[in-house]
Nanobody, 124 residues
Framework: QVQLVESGGRLVQAGGSLRLSCAAS????????MGWFRQAPGKEREFVSG????????AYADSVKGRFSISRDNAKNTVFLQMDSLKPEDTAVYYC?????????????????WGQGTQVTVSS
């Protein structure tokens, strides 16, 4: 029932910034905690960041803490991921996900809906 569409991914140089957006189905967005995950070629999908229903609680992977920031606008059914000081190891397909329930989790198996992903490539 929930449809998610990511956008904003592109090629950037190391040290640069990028802002990803995820647009969700209107009328259902505020009922879900949201998360950002990423997957590089040959690797498992990993947690990047999450945000609860109200936007008052956030979580980050250690690898991105201090560089990335997640936020949401429930009125516009959109979640964002601001990425600063990008590194080549940040290169991956980034996925937006929605989870039924109250709090965010780091396990991708707990998320019920997924977007198609947006490619982020960071060059040296």
């Amino acid at each position: 029932q929930v449809q998610l569409v990511e956008s904003g991914g592109r090629l950037v140089q190391a040290g640069g910034s990028l802002r990803l957006s995820c647009a969700a189905s209107r009328g259902t967005f505020s009922s879900y905690a949201m998360g950002w995950f990423r997957q590089a070629p040959g690797k498992e999908r990993e947690f990047v960041s999450g945000i609860n229903q109200s936007g008052l609680s956030t979580a980050y992977a250690d690898s991105v803490k201090g560089r990335f920031s997640i936020s949401r606008d429930n009125a516009k059914n959109t979640v964002f991921l601001q990425m600063d000081s990008l590194k080549p190891e940040d290169t991956a397909v980034y996925y937006c996900a929605a989870k039924r329930g109250v709090v965010v989790t780091r396990n991708p198996k707990n998320y019920d809906y997924w977007g198609q992903g947006t490619q982020v490539t960071v060059s040296s």
